[in-house]
């Protein structure tokens, strides 16, 4: 049986357009580096999970350089967190 790995935020916020504002920050970090994140959102909570598909599900560099990125804008929105 493969492991996978993942690097995991679980994040709430105050509202659901705070989550959703958080989340188009992600996607356009994501966009530029490449590398996007599985997300699951449900209302105020949002997941994001980060893996390198095609290195068998593991963490890589790629996934390291979308959490520095993440990590940068949990700072800048600090706010909007629940």
């Known amino acids: 049986m493969a492991v996978e790995e993942y690097l995991v935020y679980r994040l709430k916020f105050k509202s659901f357009s705070h989550a959703a504002e958080f989340l188009k920050?992600?996607?356009e970090v994501a966009d530029r580096l490449g590398?996007?994140?599985?997300?699951?959102?449900?209302?105020?909570?949002?997941?994001?999970r980060l893996t390198t598909h095609d290195a068998g599900n593991k963490i890589t560099e790629k996934d390291r350089r979308l959490?520095?990125?993440?990590?940068?804008?949990?700072?800048e929105m600090r706010d909007y967190f629940a």
């Open 67 to 75: 959490a520095e990125e993440i990590e940068k804008i949990i700072a």
């Open 25 to 27: 920050r992600v996607a």
């Open 35 to 48: 590398h996007h994140p599985d997300v699951e959102l449900k209302y105020v909570n949002l997941t994001l």
